[in-house]
């Protein structure tokens, strides 16, 4: 099986961590949690002046909330590619912990331009999606 084959390369290994790795940057970074977090509140952003919490843990919680996203997309993909090829333990354990330190900077990354530049006056609820 072609499959096999390329998972007992040990060189191999490397390709196939990035590639995968690569996949679940990309579909975590993708999403519009973080780099949307600020901009969804529009004008009713003045309620977080009430909520009683302070400012840092609400941005930590939004910033939680698309970790929480990207492990749920690094689990799934890691298991869909355990399906389609025979993975190690080991191979698999890597591969999780190389890809939630890797996006980390891509989520926080997103949160920071919201943070900077949040679109709070718009027309409707897609202009914070759109243009951010």
């Known amino acids: 099986m072609p499959s096999e ?3 007992d390369k040990p060189a191999s290994h490397i390709i196939l961590m990035a590639a995968i790795t690569g996949v679940i ?3 975590a970074g993708s999403n519009a949690i ?3 977090s600020l901009s969804r509140e529009g004008k009713e952003f003045y309620i977080s002046k009430y909520i ?3 400012y840092k843990i609400q941005v930590q919680v939004k910033l939680l909330s698309a970790y ?3 492990i749920l997309v690094a689990v799934l ?3 869909a590619a355990t399906v389609l090829m025979p993975l190690k333990i080991q191979f698999i354990g890597a591969l999780l ?3 939630l330190v890797a996006m980390a900077p891509v989520i926080e990354a997103g949160l920071l331009i919201d943070l900077a530049r949040p679109k709070l006056e718009r027309e409707n609820e897609a202009q ?3 243009q951010n």
């Open 52 to 54: 009683p919490l302070a």
């Open 25 to 27: 940057i990309f579909m």
């Open 77 to 79: 993909l890691i298991i």
């Open 68 to 70: 929480v996203f990207g």
């Open 34 to 36: 973080a780099a949307t």
């Open 128 to 130: 914070a999606f759109k």
């Open 5 to 7: 084959a390329l998972v």
């Open 97 to 99: 912990g190389i890809s």
